[in-house]
């Protein structure tokens, strides 16, 4: 077991904490033999090291009021957005009322038209010969007629 | 409302630590420590009740860099290659010197290496949380760590045996 090749994939988990116990040993037996690889090891701890010294004050530090207080701005978005589609809907709403007032308008328009249109067929539809006139050249027929 | 507040708080420092550590700069970070938590506000209802909070947040923060880094890839190139990171070391005092060593030396060491190296080393994630916030294999996990420890281990003894302004010339 001992014997498996240890890869560099457990070199990094060895430093980061990561490795399986077990398999521990294996990898320090296999450090202690190669001292190249231990130079990068203590290498890459101590490369792990400086940067949590250099970054672990940033979490002492006090939050900037922009940062703790974030959503002042844009949580009123979702608001936003309801109030738009709020707004669209009273747009169309009007738009839809006057639309209506104007097709009513236009559909009374329409029945007046079709009544005299219907009068007209009343008045003119019996009269079989003479649907419209008589041209002036049949002044007999229609003196006849007459 | 007050309950998930609360919880926000609570992981708001390691939150700036980490966007601390990403970015190299004061405001930027709370930029985006800012970023992410309006974003966690609008897409809590996502989170699952039960799962880890924290690595939740992480993966917000983590989309949001990513966008930033995009969008301002150019500038952001410029920013670490350029002269202007020179100031700062010249005027470095020596007791100082190493902490600032490590700073610049992290900030020139990929993003996406970058990302990985501080959520293992310094917020201490496994490497399966760290593959699930970046949303990465974790054998990709992996060699970016590997790449990473072995670009900053260069970084700094280069950076050790020259000053800085050589390195970069």
């Known amino acids: ?146 | 409302m007050d309950g998930r507040d609360r919880d926000f708080v609570q992981h708001i420092p390691r939150l700036r630590r980490y966007a601390r550590a990403l970015t190299g700069d004061r405001g930027r970070a709370d930029d985006l420590v800012q970023d992410t938590l309006e974003r966690a506000l609008v897409k809590f209802h996502l989170w699952q009740p039960g799962s880890d909070l924290r690595a939740w947040m992480f993966t917000i923060m983590h989309n949001v860099y990513v966008n930033q880094v995009r969008a301002s890839a150019a500038a952001v190139n410029i920013a670490l290659d350029d002269d202007t990171a020179l100031p700062t070391m010249r005027a470095t005092q020596s007791d100082r010197l190493e902490v600032r060593d490590l700073q610049v030396a992290l900030l020139r060491v990929p993003e996406e290496q970058r990302e990985v190296l501080l959520l293992v080393g310094v917020e201490q994630m496994t490497y399966e949380e760290a593959a699930g916030v970046l949303g990465i294999p974790i054998g990709t996990v992996m060699s970016r760590l590997s790449r990473a420890r072995e670009r900053l281990r260069a970084l700094i003894a280069g950076g050790a045996a020259h000053s800085a302004l050589k390195v970069v010339k």
Do not use: C
Not at chain 1, 60 to 85: F, N
């Open chain 1, 1 to 146: 077991m001992s014997e498996l090749a240890v890869i560099e994939a457990e070199l990094h988990a060895y430093v980061d904490g990561l490795l399986p116990q077990a398999r521990r040993p294996e990898v320090e037996a296999y450090l202690a033999a190669h001292a190249e690889d231990a130079q990068r090891v203590r290498a890459w701890r101590e490369q792990n090291q400086a940067l949590r010294d250099l970054f672990d004050p940033v979490l002492a530090e006090s939050l900037p009021a922009r940062v703790r207080r974030p959503d002042l701005t844009r949580r009123m978005r979702p608001v936003l957005r309801y109030a738009a589609v709020a707004g669209w809907l009273a747009l169309g709403g009007v738009a839809g009322w006057n639309l209506h007032d104007y097709n009513v308008a236009k559909s009374a328009d329409t029945v007046a038209f079709a009544h005299r249109a219907a009068i007209a067929h009343i008045v003119y539809s019996p009269e079989v010969r003479h649907p419209v006139e008589v041209g002036a050249d049949q002044e007999a027929h229609l003196v006849a007629w007459l």
